[in-house]
């Protein structure tokens, strides 16, 4: 398969997944169980699973999901192109149904992300990037692509604007702690006009990737299928996605699939 194919392949499988997981969110029920970690899976994160992983299939690459993770690294290692998948990122925004989740779809080759998609289900929202075209957003799209082309002349190339406000920081609605609060509060010392905006999932990526924000700092636990498919949208605007403090890029498919700590950085703080 061509890039772009591989690319349309990741678009139609986070919006047919969307599709599966607003059925869900329009419904009473949602299924909740706890996972072994006391963390949240609902009926949604199971039926987006299960479409992603049947349309990824088409590929022949090997699929690294939330809801699939008991791979081996052993077997794992061995992979030098992989889809690296969230199928639904802010479990608990979907149960607060505030709207703030997303759907994760990330094309890994040598550790590092070529390409990444995120769908906003409620939105109909879609983030989309590879190393050839750049990334872009398109605004409401909800029935299967035809090619990637067409896409590409209704959607808007990022970042589309300009941070407003003074310095804008993005942080997590719901896993904020004291070492990134801290953090946040050193930039909030050093700017005479600072903001920070709090949003669910991968969304906090889309903002940097847009323009909307500065900088993501993230000095909690994240899994890599949380980061893969953002880091590709933001890196492909130009910004960046470090290890906090050592500032070498992110990377994936490690023996232990925990991200380090992280800071996200737009384009913008890159070309100052």
Not at 23 to 49: C, G, W
Request: glycine residues 6%; hydrophobic residues 40%.
């Amino acid at each position: 398969m061509h890039d772009k194919e591989l690319l349309l392949t990741a678009i139609n499988a986070a919006i047919m997944a969307g599709q599966q997981i607003c059925n869900v969110y329009n419904s009473s029920d949602f299924h909740i169980e706890m996972k072994q970690d006391n963390s949240p899976l609902t009926l949604a994160d199971r039926l987006s699973h299960k479409t992603i992983t049947e349309q990824l299939q088409i590929t022949n690459l090997p699929v690294l999901s939330e809801e699939g993770k008991d791979i081996p690294f052993e077997e794992r290692q061995k992979w030098e192109t992989f889809w690296l998948v969230d199928p639904l990122d802010g479990t608990k925004e979907f149960i607060k149904q505030n709207g703030e989740f997303t759907v994760n779809i990330a094309l890994i080759q040598g550790q590092y992300p070529i390409a990444g998609v995120i769908y906003v289900p409620v939105k109909k929202q879609l983030f989309f990037a590879s190393q050839q075209l750049g990334s872009f957003k398109t605004g409401h799209i909800e029935q299967i692509v035809e090619s990637v082309d067409l896409l590409l002349s209704n959607s808007q190339k990022l970042p589309s604007t300009f941070p407003q406000g003074g310095y804008v920081i993005v942080a997590s609605r719901s896993h904020i702690n004291e070492q990134t609060q801290d953090y946040i509060d050193q930039k909030a010392a050093q700017c005479d006009d600072f903001r920070i905006e709090n949003i669910g999932s991968s969304l906090k990526f889309c903002l940097i990737a847009e323009g909307i924000a500065h900088e993501y700092p993230r000095f909690g636990p994240t899994m890599e299928w949380d980061t893969a498919a953002g880091h590709a949208i933001v890196k492909f605007t130009g910004g960046t996605v470090v290890v906090h403090p050592d500032g070498q890029e992110l990377h994936y498919n490690k023996p232990d699939l925990h991200n380090p700590f992280f800071i996200v950085r737009s384009s913008f703080l890159m070309n100052e």
